[in-house]
């Protein structure tokens, strides 16, 4: 049984008791969070669609604040003395999916 499910505007794939990084969400670690944006969902061959999939994701925040990789943006023209260097780590929430229900 898996879904297909959208978080903070990307799709992710879960199954129960899958760990995953998604961008971001608000919450403490240890608070339980759900995900009712569900795009399909697959019960043993059953698959399901849209509003049709009637179902919610529950998830666990284990970690509520990782920093991805560091991301530098180097821009620079020649001949001319212009360079900019901009840089950002990207932050993400690390959940377990507890149920698919």
Known sequence: MFA??????????VTQGQNLYVPHISGKQGDE?????????NND?????????NVKVK???????VKGDKVIAFKMKRRKG????????TQYT????TGIA
């Open 4 to 13: 297909i499910v959208k978080i903070a505007g990307q799709q992710f794939k």
């Open 59 to 65: 998830a666990e925040i284990i970690n509520d604040l």
């Open 33 to 41: 969070v759900e995900f009712s944006d569900i795009i399909l969902h």
């Open 82 to 89: 212009f360079r900019k260097k901009h840089g950002h780590r």
């Open 94 to 97: 690390h959940i377990k999916v």
């Open 45 to 53: 061959g059953k698959v399901s669609l849209g509003k049709d999939a």
